[in-house]
């Protein structure tokens, strides 16, 4: 029945009663012919190659520390230099990419599925419940989101898992309005009013006939999320207060390279290049996607 | 107005418990004995127990909590374990420079943002729409940390047009009486003082405007297409108006509400951006207040200014709120 509702209404006029493309088909249709969807992708897809290939792609170890060749600009040997312990830093940014790509999909997934239970219970359940959630979702987001996040570092203490945690919870409201809004326009539909008439249950409702068709948004949010969250965990490990030395993270490097950057300016420089790379590739997708999800935007 | 103004401030005030509260649970619901959890491993027992005192952690939590809401209904925020100051006096000397960055931030914004999101509209599939648009993308893709030292690296190393860090040049000697230091500076009546303190701003400002400047111009752009696809428009041009009054007086105006509504939202991010850019400079402010508090274990601290930075947020879109009530009837009346 979901799936029915998720298909355009069959046109006659091409192809002779031909049902028309679904609504997949055709986002999937569109998000093809944008070309900066596709050199996000393609940004997206080789980073992700990157990280699961790292000790292949990289040249050197990239905690192996020597002194000899501390602070050393680019060349031939270190593509990007060498840190202050001599470290290189090529490796160190190819090794963060793993890191950073795994705190963002994992802040990101966290706040996803909190946010998405949250958002549907709302907008489903209406009345208290509906106020309820959203009361708390208005004082989470009344909180500047890096001061809670620190705040929840602050007392759950420094870490890539706690700092990957502080993000999530951070970023939960946004998915429990998205999910809220596109929840209660489905929600009033027919084939919803449908399947509560035949006796469905609640979670069989929201599971099968009510989450399909509120998809397109969330996939939307999470595209972009995920780009915000790699900056934002990458923040906290710059404060000190995620990924711990001596791990490679694109955010604790900026802060290694903060205290060199007049005389070695690429230790900071390369490692802010891949958060930039890496965040504007997201944001490609998540544009091109929106604009391949709604039509009427284009 | 009367209604919209007490209805919102009806909305607000759980909202304000809301944040209380959570703060309030957040560092007592820790698992096992949260004086010594938040004490850290090698503490002794005189520091647990000093932890438990500072917290009022001894008693049961309602009284806590009645005792917790009552001292900050008085503006009593309690003492730093750190340092033995007054937090509330402490508090007010680190927001005040972050707020004056974030302010400067915003001016920035919107000096470079509105100007460029409204040319991008009136110049479509120009070179001018096709540079805001791909820089308001790289501005929402770069962290404002790295931006911060590239900034430093460029316009202050290698140009040496800037300082390369601090709030003033260390040994100017600047009364502190707002702690607003462009205010105290210029209250010195020495223009020499207040330029190097606005010299010391240029780089911050400038970097974390770049998030706020990028989102401004986006949507100062698309609000502007849609404005000048409108009826009133195309009516206005029909009655032969020349472009400039049709942009400036009719076009424009319009355009701008979406656009403040968005700076309205903003605040929480502006002050967000503000932790990392203080950071990245050495600057004074609420980041370095809360990063130290947090080394150092001073948990009344940590809970302290967490709450007043949000709260400071509540009451200000609360107020950004009203004023557009009063600027737009429609608000007040949807």
């Known amino acids: 029945m979901a799936r029915a509702s998720a298909t355009a209404v069959p046109s006659t ?5 031909r049902a028309a493309p ?45 002194f000899r060749i501390e602070r050393e600009p680019p060349s031939a040997a270190h593509l990007m230099g060498t840190d202050e312990f001599g470290r290189d830093v090529f490796s160190r940014v190819v090794w963060g990419a793993r890191v950073s790509l795994q705190a963002g999909a994992v802040a990101a997934s966290i706040a996803l599925v909190v946010g998405l239970l949250l958002g549907m219970s709302a907008a489903y359940y209406r009345g208290r419940t509906d106020g309820l959630v959203m009361r708390a979702m208005d004082v989470l987001l009344s909180f500047p989101y890096l001061l809670l996040a620190i705040g ?3 007392i759950l203490g420094p870490g890539l898992l706690t700092a990957m945690i502080a993000i999530g919870i951070v970023y939960i409201p946004n998915y429990a309005r998205v999910v809220r809004g596109a929840v209660l326009s489905v929600g009033a539909r027919d084939f919803v009013e449908a399947a509560r008439a035949v006796g469905a249950r609640d979670g ?18 999470t595209t972009l999320n995920v780009g915000t969250a790699i900056i934002d965990t990458a923040g ?9 030395p001596p791990t490679p993270d694109w955010g604790n490097m900026l802060s290694a390279g903060r205290s060199y950057i007049i005389d070695s300016p690429w230790i900071a420089t390369f490692p ?18 929106r604009d391949a999800f709604d039509p009427r935007l284009l | 107005m009367r209604g919209y103004v007490l209805r919102r401030i009806a909305y607000v005030l759980p909202v304000l418990l809301g944040v209380v509260t959570v703060v309030f649970l957040a560092l007592r619901l820790i698992p096992g004995d949260p004086a010594v959890a938040l004490a850290g491993e090698k503490a002794s027992a005189a520091q647990i127990e000093q932890m438990r005192e500072a917290l009022g952690l001894n008693r049961p939590l309602p009284v806590q909590y009645v ?48 100007p460029a999101g409204i040319l991008a509209a009136l110049r479509r599939r120009t070179p001018i729409e096709y540079g805001t648009m791909l820089g308001s993308l790289v501005g929402i893709s770069m962290p404002v940390f790295w931006i911060g030292l590239m900034l430093i690296y460029w316009l202050g190393a290698r140009a040496e047009w800037f300082p390369l860090s601090g709030t003033v040049t260390p040994g100017l000697d600047i009364p502190a009486r707002t702690h607003f230091y462009t205010i105290d500076g210029a209250l010195t009546g020495d223009l020499a003082v207040l330029g190097d303190v606005l010299w010391h701003l240029v780089l911050p400002a400038l970097t974390l405007s770049t998030i706020t400047m990028a989102i401004v111009s986006r949507m100062a752009r698309s609000s502007m297409l849609e404005v000048l696809g409108s009826d009133y428009l195309v009516t206005a041009r029909a009655k032969g108006l020349r472009d400039r009054v049709v942009v400036l007086r009719h076009a424009l105006r319009n355009a701008l509400i979406p656009v403040v509504t968005v700076v309205g939202l903003q605040l929480g991010a502006l002050l967000s951006g503000a932790v990392l850019t203080e950071t990245v400079f050495g600057r004074v402010g609420v980041g370095r207040y809360i990063l130290n508090a947090i080394t150092a274990r001073d948990y009344p601290v940590v809970q302290a200014t967490v709450i ?21 009837p429609r608000i007040r009346y949807a």
Do not use: C
Not at chain 2, 78 to 107: C, K, V, W, Y
């Open chain 1, 204 to 221: 069989r409702v929201m599971w099968l006939h009510v989450l399909p068709n509120v998809l397109a948004p969330i996939i939307v949010q």
């Open chain 1, 272 to 289: 802010g290049v891949a958060i930039l790379v890496t965040v504007l590739a997201f944001n490609l997708v998540g544009d091109a996607l």
């Open chain 1, 152 to 154: 929840i570092v602050a």
């Open chain 1, 13 to 17: 006029i091409e192809g002779g009663g």
């Open chain 2, 308 to 328: 007043v930075v949000a709260l400071f947020v509540v009451v200000i879109s609360l107020v950004v709120d009203l004023v557009y009530a009063i600027l737009d």
């Open chain 1, 236 to 244: 906290l490990s710059f404060l000190g207060l995620g990924t711990q």
């Open chain 2, 67 to 114: 005792d917790f809401v009552a001292h900050l209904a008085r503006g009593d925020l309690g003492r730093s374990i750190r340092t033995g100051g007054d937090i509330r006096q402490e508090l007010i000397e680190n927001f005040a420079p972050t707020i004056e960055l974030s302010i400067a931030a915003l001016l920035v914004a919107l000096a470079v943002g509105l």
């Open chain 1, 22 to 66: 679904s609504l997949w088909a055709a986002a999937r249709a569109r998000f093809m012919r944008s070309g900066t969807g596709k050199l996000g992708a393609a940004i997206l897809l080789l980073l992700g190659l990157i990280a699961v290939f790292a000790g292949q792609v990289s040249p050197y170890d990239p905690v192996h520390q020597d």
